[in-house]
């Protein structure tokens, strides 16, 4: 059992990053490298995390595992001005996201949703279909995870869950 769950996790993770590699190689998602969130991770680094566990959760239910990985990357494709209201960039950053994805790729009406709702909680519409659910709880699960790493210790650890 066990050695099928490795097989299975490296599959997971060689489709996952042939997946995202076209994204990643895109100007605009590269520079969220340079925006920190979460005191020590980057924006990027955030995003892959949540794509990558979005994307496995996804696919170990058989639900649409490639375009929740997608959106769940691009799903804080936004920038900001230093100084910016973080509670109202907090709730309309999902519509800057959405836009900017838009840019860079074609999304599907799953790929929409899924950004623009991934702050249910917070705003007062869910998402639509269960993989937006998904999305949106492993943000905040990387979020809080980023946090906690971040205050209680002093090396910088590293993202993405499938290394």
């Known amino acids: 059992m066990w050695e099928k769950y490795k097989a299975f996790r490296s599959n997971v993770r060689a489709e996952f990053e042939d997946l995202i590699a076209p994204l990643l190689s895109n100007q605009q998602v590269r520079e969220l490298d340079r925006c920190v969130q979460h005191y020590k991770y980057t924006r990027l680094q955030h995003s892959v995390d949540v794509a990558y566990l979005s994307f496995f959760f996804t696919k170990l239910m058989g639900w649409r595992s490639r375009e929740t ?20 960039l907090m709730l309309s950053h999902p519509v800057i996201a959405v836009e900017n994805a838009r840019k860079i790729c074609a999304l599907t009406p799953l790929e929409e949703n899924i950004i623009l709702r991934h702050m249910w909680l917070l705003t007062l ?39």
Do not use: M, W
């Open 69 to 88: 990985a997608r959106a769940a990357l691009l799903h804080d494709l936004f920038f900001h001005a230093e100084g910016q209201n973080s509670r109202s």
């Open 125 to 163: 519409i869910p998402p639509r279909y269960k993989e937006g659910f998904v999305v949106t709880f492993v943000d905040k699960f990387c979020a809080s995870r980023e946090f906690v790493v971040s205050v209680f210790t002093r090396s910088k650890q590293r993202a993405y869950f499938g290394a």
